[in-house]
C-alpha cells in the first residue's frame, strides 16, 4: 500500500521504534488513505486526531507483539 512505511518490529528494526518513526508511520498512512499530503486547515483537526490515534494503536501493537517469546516493546511505565 505505502511503501514508504517501514516495518517496526524486530529483526526488520534492530532497536524498539522510536516514538518519532511510530508517528512517521502514522502519518504516512493517514496520507495514503486520505489522499493528502497537507489537509486544508478545515481538515487539519480530524486529520491531526487521525495521526495520533494511529500511533496510539500501533504503538500498543508493538508493545503487544511477541516475537519467539520476547515482548517487542516494553510500555513506557515498566
Do not use: W
Amino acid at each position: 500500500m505505502c511503501r514508504s512505511i517501514k516495518t517496526l518490529r524486530p529483526p526488520a528494526l534492530p532497536e524498539e521504534a522510536t516514538d518519532e518513526e511510530i508517528r512517521a508511520a502514522a502519518l504516512q498512512y493517514v496520507r495514503k488513505v486520505s489522499g493528502f499530503r497537507a489537509p486544508a486547515a478545515h481538515n487539519q483537526e480530524v486529520f491531526d486526531r487521525a495521526v495520533d490515534e494511529i500511533a496510539r494503536a500501533t504503538a500498543e501493537l508493538l508493545e503487544g507483539l511477541e516475537i519467539r517469546g520476547v515482548p517487542v516493546r516494553t510500555p513506557a511505565s515498566a
